[in-house]
């Protein structure tokens, strides 16, 4: 079996990232990955859906629950281009996530700006990874709407 690393999963979790932005939703994207396989793929779709819910961590969580028929993903690592907010990081915490890797942080809405963990204890967090590539497509989709 060929091992796949951080950086080739945060690529696919851009290019979810991608669509999202074509499609005028905030651009993120998230994959989720279990034995070095990707189950689970979803980007933003709140204002497709006309779901406030409708983040592509939540969309993420619940195609990998349904993928192993399980609601644990102690053996998973999800892969999201923007910091989780507060909503997304307690879905996490219920699935128990096994690991979560970042890549812009968000100071506004992140889970990491508030006093408490949100995240399960065993959840192994990673941050920045394509940080630079992703918060280049935010900034791009919200000037793009100021304009």
Same mark, same amino acid.
Request: proline share 3%.
């Given at each position: 079996? !060929? #091992? ?22 905030? /651009?993120?994207?998230?994959?989720? $990955? @279990?034995r070095n396989?990707?189950?689970a793929?979803?980007y933003?779709?709140?204002?497709? #859906? ?9 969309l ?8 192993l ?6 053996? @998973? ?6 910091e /989780? @907010?507060?909503?997304c990081?307690?879905? &996490?915490?219920?699935a128990? #996530?096994? !690991?979560?890797?970042?890549?812009? &942080?968000?100071p506004?809405?992140?889970? &990491? ?7 399960? /204890?065993?959840t192994? $967090? ?5 940080? !630079? !590539?992703?918060?280049?497509l ?7 709407l100021?304009?």
């Amino acid at each position: 079996m !060929e #091992l796949y690393t951080d950086a080739y999963f945060m690529n696919e979790a851009m290019k979810l990232a991608q669509i999202a932005f074509e499609d005028g939703e905030i /651009p993120v994207g998230a994959i989720i $990955v @279990c034995r070095n396989k990707i189950i689970a793929k979803a980007y933003n779709q709140t204002e497709k #859906l006309t779901d406030v819910t409708a983040h592509a961590e939540i969309l993420a969580i619940t195609s990998a629950a349904n993928a192993l028929g399980a609601k644990y993903l102690t053996e @998973c690592q999800m892969y999201v281009t923007l910091e /989780p @907010c507060a909503m997304c990081a307690g879905a &996490s915490f219920w699935a128990q #996530l096994g !690991e979560i890797h970042y890549g812009a &942080s968000d100071p506004k809405r992140g889970f &990491s700006r508030l006093t408490e963990n949100l995240l399960h /204890p065993k959840t192994k $967090v990673t941050s920045g990874l394509m940080a !630079e !590539e992703s918060k280049a497509l935010l900034d791009k989709f919200f000037k793009k709407l100021r304009n």
